[in-house]
């Protein structure tokens, strides 16, 4: 499994952890789907080898970024840490590998 692949499995699991009773207070979202949405369509561009959705990504795993303010008040603050920095060291590999 490619690091881009093993992101685009992290993103999924994020995506997976969405539903309609999200807590979305801390984040730009109004509902879930926006951004479940959003992650299909990053997954999509992943794919497609468009790399500059990771810098995307990496704020959104950066510290009170839009993961964090999602996971914590919905109760899986301690996945999205091992989540968060398993993104981060596939990041730093992908991005000393371009």
């Not at 490619?2 to 499995?9: D, F, G, H, K, P």
């Not at 009773?21 to 951004?35: F, I, M, P, V």
């Not at 468009?50 to 919905?74: C, M, R, S, V, Y």
Request: hydrophobic share 40%.
């Amino acid at each position: 499994m490619t690091y881009i692949q093993v992101i685009i499995e992290i993103i999924k699991n994020i995506n997976s952890r969405l539903t309609d009773q999200t807590n979305l207070t801390w984040t730009k979202y109004n509902r879930a789907y926006e951004l479940k949405s959003e992650l299909e369509k990053d997954i999509k561009e992943l794919d497609n080898g468009n790399l500059k959705i990771l810098e995307k990504l990496n704020l959104n795993f950066a510290p009170t970024g839009t993961f964090q303010e999602i996971a914590i008040p919905n109760g899986w603050g301690e996945d999205f840490i091992l989540m968060a920095n398993d993104f981060d060291k596939l990041y730093e590999k992908i991005k000393a590998s371009t």
